[in-house]
């Protein structure tokens, strides 16, 4: 049930289908410890999913590593450690992350990333549980849960000859993929719900802003929204945050869309005149009567009707196009009770 897969990663936030889709596998996959690849944008909380993967048997530590920052001539040694005088500066023995992980779950961040050298080496502990530090002519064992996530295609990545194929199906045994904010708009409200209690007591948005943020395309994702919360509760003392409080991209989204619409508009010749080219429908198929004048109130219906359609849903745009101010849209759209 949903209820209990939110038990299970009370972290992430939204019930779209693609989300609950995701909370049933962390569930599935949370059960065993097979090996999971995450996959998604950056920004899209694929770290978060592996912990809600690990919280649900929290045995042993959870150690993330960052497999993009694995560069550099002592990389071997921040996977493997190593031992006292390996090499110049190594005054002491050092606990790599991969003992470190002894027991638990290895979050390998950005697997992609990892140089092919050390993608051979990383192969061999996931098949034996052994590995030797650096310096070292002792072998230790480390046993753990291994999560694996890339905002990169493994697929091609392994057919150019950057990543190796045997690590790739040794890594994907089982696959979570993450949608984009922009496929799943409808956790935009929970998550700013979400984000405003993180940071915020008493900030609330005005419904022009929850309208921007819903539109907006997020190509920095979940993290780009809460960076936006984070930046409105910042430079605004509340309660209301307004339009003016936005940051510069989306500002710039939202003047670029409504351009467009009005540019659109008028290369038209009108709303009224795209209205015009519309066909009435029969009498059978509506509550109109059968003649071809409208009474006035079905007329004005129909217009807002067509302006919303227009604009896809911009009441901001929809209102200005009507020559109406904002609050009468409103008031129109509740009193024909229209779904939009």
Request: positive net charge; charged residues 25%.
């Amino acid at each position: 049930m949903i209820a209990d897969v939110r038990e299970v990663a009370p972290m992430i936030v939204g019930q779209s289908p693609r989300t609950r889709q995701v909370l049933r596998h962390i569930d599935k996959v949370a059960q065993g410890r097979w090996p999971v690849l995450v996959l998604g944008e950056t920004g899209t909380g694929k770290e978060m999913v592996a912990r809600s993967i690990h919280q649900a048997n929290p045995d042993g530590p959870f150690v993330t590593i960052d497999c993009s920052s694995l560069v550099g001539p002592l990389m071997e040694s921040e996977l493997f450690g190593h031992a006292r005088g390996a090499f110049t500066g190594a005054v002491g023995a050092k606990l790599g992350l991969i003992e470190m992980a002894n027991g638990g779950t290895a979050f390998l961040d950005e697997v992609g990333e990892l140089p092919l050298d050390l993608q051979a080496k990383l192969l061999r502990v996931l098949q034996e549980k052994e590995f030797r530090p650096v310096g070292s002519l002792t072998t230790r064992r480390s046993d753990f849960r291994i999560i694996a996530a890339t905002n990169r295609d493994l697929a091609k990545e392994v057919e150019r000859g950057a990543f190796r194929r045997d690590l790739y199906y040794r890594l994907n045994v089982v696959t979570l993929r993450l949608a984009p904010l922009r496929e799943r708009k409808e956790d935009i409200p929970a998550l700013i719900e979400n984000f405003l209690a993180r940071y915020s007591r008493h900030h609330k948005l005005t419904q022009d802003v929850m309208d921007a943020l819903v539109a907006y395309d997020w190509p920095g994702n979940v993290r780009e929204l809460e960076n936006c919360i984070q930046q409105m509760v910042a430079i605004n003392s509340g309660p209301l945050l307004h339009v003016g409080d936005l940051p510069s991209s989306i500002q710039n989204f939202l003047l670029a869309r409504k351009s467009q619409a009005m540019s659109v508009a008028v290369g038209a010749g009108s709303l009224a005149a795209v209205a015009r080219l519309m066909p009435i429908p029969p009498a059978s198929e509506t509550s109109a009567a059968p003649h071809p004048i409208l009474p006035l109130m079905e007329m004005e219906r129909r217009a807002i009707v067509h302006a919303l359609e227009f604009t896809k849903g911009d009441r901001g745009i929809a209102a200005s196009l009507l020559g109406i101010g904002r609050t009468t849209l409103y008031r129109k759209i509740k009193e024909y009770q229209l779904a939009c």
